[in-house]
């Protein structure tokens, strides 16, 4: 009785519920104008939105990990053939394994963006390494955690801090530690590194944060780079995370 229903034609944004099947509804015609859909943990109603050519362009929250527990479903997901119009995708709980599935399928289609969250800081030196190896062309790909950005443009590095100053500057440092590692980058890899501030940043004007405590940990950061002879670049400005903290999943 719900699927079809005329006011369903006015819905942009939907979140689906983790019981029963919402793909009959949000794949009938009269949905025309849906082009944001988030999940829950379980990806229900997933299979029949990828196989449908809803015009929907972006989807959030995918907990990759109870997407491939399924054979079926995970390889419509990689192979997408569907959804003509997706054009973002923002997962998380994945190993670089699985991620490297999904970056070789045919769902990492020409001009997609790809938003990963990295489910520990520390991780960051691998993922980024592993993501230098096989750096995609035709598709961005970004790295987050809960205080910072991580993307490849061109050949720099580029990082992207949020306000809580000494997270966001010690998961930097993280990211960093994979320059000049085994393992990590390679001499010639990258141009330069730039790393983004919120404004007051580099005179260490956070809140709640000792200007003299943020500013030796930026200095910490510029020691890594210069031991590593990689250039660094700070700016400041209103910089947004791609994907703020508090539009993220609970269970990521």
Partial sequence: ELAGHPLWATVREAKLSETGDPAPIITHPVMQSLRVVHMWTYPRGLQGLLESDAPVEEIHDLYLPNVKRDKKLWST????????????????????????????????????????????????????????ESRPEHFSL?????????AFEGDS????????????????ASALDALGKKDG?????????????????????????????????????????????????????????AYPREARPRYS
Wanted: proline residues 4%; charged residues 25%; glycine residues 8%.
């Fill in 77 to 132: 997901f990689v192979g997408c053939k569907g959804l003509p119009s997706l054009r973002l995708l923002k997962v998380s709980g994945a190993t670089l394994e699985t991620a490297a599935e999904l970056w070789s399928g045919a769902i990492a289609r020409s001009g997609m963006q790809i938003f990963q969250r990295v489910d520990a800081a520390w991780r960051l030196t691998e993922w980024i390494a592993a993501l230098a």
């Fill in 142 to 150: 970004t790295l987050f955690t809960d205080h910072i950005d991580v």
């Fill in 157 to 172: 590095l580029v990082i992207t801090l949020g306000p809580h100053a000494l997270d966001a500057l010690e998961e930097a």
């Fill in 185 to 241: 980058l390679s001499e010639g890899q990258l141009s330069r590194v730039r790393l983004r501030l919120p404004k007051g940043g580099v005179k260490g004007s956070y809140p709640h944060e000792k200007p003299a405590t943020a500013k030796a940990m930026l200095g910490a950061i510029e020691s890594i780079c210069a031991k590593r002879k990689c250039p660094l670049v700070i700016e400041e400005g209103d910089f947004d995370l």
